[in-house]
């Protein structure tokens, strides 16, 4: 990534994750070696705050892990994660990946404030991630679960969603002049496919959750596949 930046490349670091707010993802970075800023930084959650202000929505039940919460800061939050019970049914569901904190309960609790009239807002629909033993199911089940059984269908905000890429190259000077951006990942639909419906280029890396299988059925075709982010160096 050092290379790149002396090269002039600019450098955004994008992620569905939703169990961290973007100061821990920015000490986790800086923790494997990355130098990056605050900035540089952009996930779901920041993402659906900012669509939450768009649509001028205050009043959240957040089924997101509680550190997040931190980029939720100034939104009425009751319900959920957050715990207590809303005053009144609240504008927003938000669902995040929970991992192993979904229980019946939580889920039936989203179920019934969607039903009662809450709108709902998916921070990602990812299918699945790598987690230490192995593959994990995402966020993504759980939000078709709510949308199979409220018969309404969420708001995505975070990766595939188009104005997540375009918010994200908002940040960044000179893409407005045609400069080529190109989104490299692990995750076929999200990164690779959500890119190039942004009007990006996907590239692939093969390594995180990458499964050939995946790559071969999936009907999704990279810009380009990659071993390692390593090979990043000198690309052009």
Known sequence: MDDLRRRGVPL???????????????????????????????????????????QGIGRV????????????????VAGGLAGG?????PDAVLVGDLGNEWTPQLLNEAFRYVMDGAQLIALQKGRYWLAADGIELDAGPWVAALEYATDREAVVC?????????????????????????MVGDDLWNDVAGAQQAGLRGWLVRTGKFREDALETSGVTPDKVIESVAELRGAG
Request: glycine share 10%.
């Open 158 to 182: 975070g990766k595939p969603n188009a104005a997540f890429f375009h918010g994200v190259l908002s940040s960044v000077d000179g893409v407005g002049d045609g400069a080529p951006c190109v």
């Open 61 to 76: 039940a957040p089924f997101v892990s509680k550190p997040a919460l931190e980029d939720l800061a100034g939104f009425e």
């Open 85 to 89: 019970v809303p005053d009144a049914v």
């Open 12 to 54: 955004r670091f994008v992620t569905n994750t939703t169990r961290r707010p973007r100061s821990q993802l920015v000490e986790r970075l800086r923790g494997y070696g990355f130098t990056v800023e605050e900035h540089e930084v952009f996930g779901a959650v920041l993402a659906t705050a900012a669509h939450l202000r768009q």
